[in-house]
């Protein structure tokens, strides 16, 4: 018995001959919060997007909560409690704050009552502090409100892990703390979490553990201080 949630071995994808992972191993711990970082290009989105089934990985197997999903349809993976934001959010701009939680909502927990749906839905927004908002277009929102609806999006499937692909990026010092503060509350609620990241304060303050991929390739996965010792990722990140 494992006490990984996740756990992915030999990934590797190539996009016509390119290989953008090769052979990358990688587990999630349940409960646990670890960081993936990696120079620009270097496969974090890629190996994301094979973890959740967007991408068919060339080579390797992927468990997860204990099952063997290599071949099972995102949709699926999101039903089962892998949840992912996406780099830019996309909020459905035609409808509202509330009504862009109901619709993954409804698509996580079948058919119920529109009153049913309604309540979890404000339940999600109040998590992610947007419950003032609810009947607002997202068209109004700002960037930080924008990041807490995404993740409130991939709150609605009730993920037991969390992929956040840059949830932070152009923020402000202070709003990153408040997303900080909203995935710390989360992984306390039971939720394991992936953040990648490139804003080194948020990765460091959050990860108990860092997971470094340059060109493809692991080349480190430890302790955010060893990690951040070593010398090869010293040099992967000077030439950046
Ligand atoms: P990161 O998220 O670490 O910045 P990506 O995973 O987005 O990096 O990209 C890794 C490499 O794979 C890049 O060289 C990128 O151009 C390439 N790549 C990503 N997605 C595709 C795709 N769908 N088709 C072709 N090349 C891709
Ligand atoms: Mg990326």
């Given at each position: 018995m494992t006490a990984n949630i996740?756990?992915?071995?030999?990934?590797?994808?190539?996009?016509?001959?390119f290989a953008a992972l090769t052979s990358v191993d990688f587990a999630l711990l349940k409960g646990e919060r670890v960081g993936l970082i990696g120079p620009n290009g270097s496969g974090k989105s890629t190996f994301?997007?094979?973890i959740t089934g967007i991408l068919a990985p060339d080579e390797g197997s992927i468990t997860f909560d204990a099952n063997d999903i290599t071949?099972?349809?995102?949709?699926?993976?999101?039903?089962?409690?892998?949840?992912?934001?996406?780099?830019?959010?996309?909020?459905?701009?035609?409808?509202?704050?509330?009504?862009?939680?109901?619709?993954p909502l409804r698509f996580a927990v079948g058919h119920?009552?529109?009153?049913?749906?309604?309540?979890?839905?404000q339940v999600i927004l109040d998590q992610v502090g947007l419950g003032e908002k609810a009947d607002l277009s997202p068209k109004g929102l700002t960037?930080?409100?924008?990041?807490?609806?995404?993740?409130?999006?991939?709150?609605?499937?009730?993920?037991?892990?969390?992929?956040?692909?840059?949830?932070?990026?152009?923020?402000?010092e202070s709003e990153v703390d408040e997303?900080?503060?909203?995935?710390?509350?989360?992984?306390?609620?039971?939720?394991?979490?992936?953040?990648?990241?490139?804003i080194m304060r948020a990765v460091m303050l959050f990860s108990q553990r860092i997971v470094v991929i340059v060109a493809g390739c692991k080349i480190a996965d430890g302790l955010p201080d060893d990690v951040m010792q070593q010398e090869e990722v010293e040099r992967a990140y000077l030439g950046e």
């Open positions: 996740l756990e992915a071995t030999g990934i590797t994808k190539r996009f016509d001959g994301v997007n094979c071949k099972t349809p995102a949709w699926l993976r999101a039903r089962r409690g892998l949840a992912r934001t996406y780099q830019i959010p996309r909020p459905f701009r035609g409808m509202t704050i509330q009504e862009n939680i109901e619709v119920k009552s529109a009153r049913v749906i309604s309540e979890a839905a960037q930080v409100e924008l990041r807490k609806l995404e993740l409130g999006r991939a709150l609605a499937a009730r993920p037991k892990v969390l992929i956040a692909d840059e949830v932070m990026a152009g923020l402000s997303i900080l503060a909203l995935l710390n509350r989360l992984n306390a609620e039971g939720i394991s979490i992936l953040l990648i990241e490139h």
